[in-house]
């Protein structure tokens, strides 16, 4: 079942990839950070707009401690909440320049200020090449509906259908998995999902479960006419 997912997740992603900037193969941890800060609450087409002018501006947590603050919210401004995200840039970059680099492990990941289990899953997979979960809504989505035809609503459960969805993914192929989810999440498999023209509709038990409750009350509106 989960191989089926992987294969048709990365046959779909070959023609329906999306490319954003912080997605090159040599994005740094710091790049990529920046990227999670800026997606937060905020689409990703908005986000491309602006974090091209901040990567070149701040390359790196020292480079942004003398990014002078009106200018740093003049770049943050068209995503607004500039004056948080401002504020939490100059936080991690502290916190970073502090304990020398951006660590591998989630728990060390995760000492960072504003880092959560998917920004520090998302910093081991896309930024230092690790196999982890990544506990996020829209992996949480998809493969909730796929494996268990529902979407998880606490954190642990969430955590379990992210590690079900890792255990799914080939190996050494990890950051293209989870780009297609994402990008598929966003799409298809979105809150009001697009079964019908959804490529993984033959393995998905949400799928199944929403057709055969719909035959149930055709089979009952047929009883009572
Ligand atoms: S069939 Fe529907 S619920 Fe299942 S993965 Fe596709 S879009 Fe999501």
Request: charged share 20%.
């Amino acid at each position: 079942m989960g191989y089926v997912l992987a294969k048709r997740l990365l046959k779909w992603s070959e023609t329906n990839y999306r490319d954003f900037p912080w997605r090159h193969p040599r994005v740094s941890p710091w790049e990529l950070l920046v990227s999670e800060l800026l997606l937060r609450q905020t689409g990703a087409q908005k986000v491309a707009k602006v974090y091209p002018t901040l990567i070149n501006l701040a390359p790196n947590p020292m480079a942004l401690t003398s990014v002078p603050d009106e200018l740093l919210l003049q770049v943050l401004t068209p995503l607004g909440l500039q004056y948080q995200r401002a504020r939490a840039l100059r936080e991690l970059a502290h916190a970073i320049l502090e304990i020398g680099s951006v660590p591998e492990e989630r728990d060390k990941l995760m000492r960072l200020p504003h880092v959560g289990p998917y920004t520090a899953g998302a910093v081991m997979v896309f930024a230092h090449q690790k196999r982890a979960a990544l506990p996020d809504v829209n992996v949480g989505r998809l493969g909730g509906r796929y494996f268990y035809g529902t979407v998880p609503r606490t954190k642990s459960s969430l955590f379990r259908v992210a590690e079900k969805v890792l255990s799914s993914c080939p190996r050494g192929q990890e950051p293209r998995f989870y780009y297609a989810i994402l990008d598929f999440a966003a799409t298809i498999c979105t809150v009001k999902p697009q079964c019908p023209v959804c490529p993984l509709q033959k393995g998905c038990r949400y799928r199944r479960a929403l057709r055969s409750s719909n035959r149930q009350v055709k089979r009952q509106v047929a009883d009572v006419g």
